[in-house]
């Protein structure tokens, strides 16, 4: 069982910046990647990035690609996103996410049932 607690949210005008912390416990050593979704009101979870726990491969989703950065300290099991620039648009209930699954294929990671635990979401909110 893993454990992903996210913390970070908030409201920010256009063109800020937020940070998001996600925190796993439990058995972390059976993940693979862990990755960021979001779900604005009235729309389906989409995927914003992934990294792959090992080797820190990334992938980003092509709406954030230059303006939001992933990193991870293995330390702590933390991950973080870095969101600048941020748009409107961006608004939504950002979720972690942590898959103990291992695919191939890296487009995989980008649904959501690649993962098995899922946080609770932290909202942010991007003023115009």
């Known amino acids: 069982q893993v454990h992903v607690v996210e913390s970070g949210g908030g409201l920010v005008q256009a063109g800020g910046s937020l940070r998001l912390s996600c925190a796993a416990s439990?058995?972390?050593?059976?993940?693979?990647?862990m990755g960021w979704f979001r779900q604005a009101p009235g729309k389906e979870r989409e995927f914003v990035v992934v990294?792959?726990?090992?080797?820190?491969?990334?992938n980003y989703t092509d709406s954030v690609k230059g303006r939001f950065t992933i990193s991870r300290d293995n330390a702590k099991n933390t991950v973080y996103l870095q969101m600048n620039s941020l748009k409107p648009e961006d608004t939504a209930l950002y979720y972690c996410?942590?898959?103990?699954?291992?695919?191939?294929?890296?487009?995989?990671?980008?649904?959501?049932?690649?993962?098995?635990?899922w946080g609770q979401g932290t909202q942010v909110t991007v003023s115009s």
């Open positions: 439990g058995r972390t050593s059976s993940m693979y990647y």
């Open positions: 990294i792959r726990w090992s080797t820190g491969i990334i």
């Open positions: 996410a942590a898959s103990t699954r291992l695919d191939y294929s890296s487009s995989y990671y980008y649904r959501r049932e690649a993962y098995d635990y």
